[in-house]
């Protein structure tokens, strides 16, 4: 069945939008099917490290199913638009490092997926943006908002209200992305930067995110004292006292989690 595919190896989860067919665009069932993984992925201790990204070799997601959008009332329209701005923000407040792996077009909720995570890698050959307005609409999961805090309000007004389409040097050079790779390098780079997350402390690194997000929402003040919280989280993990015996060992540590 198309939709979701999820898979947990070495505690990645790799998360696939699986829709080829139809550019791996969103309808409500596999809304609601990612919405229920990522329920699942967020209390999962296995998975440490997330990894997002699309089947085929054509899109990671165009968007928004139209020929669905088609067929609803105004009340399912609003249904499907409320939707995909939970779920996308329910990927946003994932503890675990989230990583966009472009496979191909991301537009619209595609692209807004992208934005949601903490890091983004795209194929050279594929083109991305947030088209809404070439189509009498605005973004209406996240991309209003997250665009404008990763690269500044007028480029996010430039990027949003001329409904642009960026090749992935232009996302790049904007800051959409940390890195343009070659298609058959594409999972294997997200599984390096994978890899170097994995190799620190689980709670360490989950809080770490969370003090960042949170804080980049609030005053210095008040994020210091998140950062504060955040810490004292960590200080009485058997991990960090792991670190400790590993430093005096001379060895690598080995991190549970706990």
């Known amino acids: 069945m198309s939709g979701i595919k999820c898979e947990i190896k070495d505690h990645i989860a790799y998360v696939t939008l699986a829709r080829p067919d139809a550019l791996n665009c969103f309808n409500f069932a596999m809304l609601h099917q990612l919405g229920e993984v990522v329920e699942s992925l967020h209390v999962d201790p296995k998975a440490r490290v997330i990894i997002f990204t699309g089947e085929g070799e054509k899109a990671f997601s165009a968007g928004a199913d139209l020929k669905e ?3 609803l009332t105004e009340a399912e329209v609003r249904r499907n638009v409320k939707k995909i701005g939970d779920v996308f923000q329910s990927i946003a407040d994932l503890p675990q490092p989230t990583i966009a792996a ?3 077009y991301a537009f619209g909720g595609g692209f807004e997926l992208m934005l949601a ?3 983004r ?8 943006g947030l088209t809404e307005t070439s189509w009498g609409i605005i973004p209406g999961a996240g991309g209003t908002q997250r665009l404008p805090r990763l690269i500044g309000d007028m480029k996010a007004k430039e990027l949003i209200l001329t409904a642009k389409k960026l090749t992935s040097q232009e996302a790049y050079e904007y800051g959409l992305l940390m890195e343009v790779v070659e298609r058959e390098h594409l999972i294997g780079r997200c599984e390096r930067l994978a890899s170097l997350l994995l190799s620190n402390g689980p709670v360490a690194v989950q809080q770490a ?4 997000n949170k804080g980049a929402e609030v005053d210095l003040g008040t994020g210091l004292a998140i950062e504060s919280k955040a810490y004292e989280i960590t200080i009485p993990t058997s991990d960090r006292l792991e670190a400790l015996e590993a430093f005096r060992d001379k060895r690598a540590p080995h991190f549970t989690g706990k």
């Open 102 to 104: 472009i496979n191909g």
């Open 69 to 71: 959008r088609r067929t």
């Open 121 to 128: 890698y795209a194929v050279a050959d594929t083109k991305m």
């Open 209 to 212: 995110k969370y003090a960042i």
């Open 117 to 119: 995570c903490d890091f």
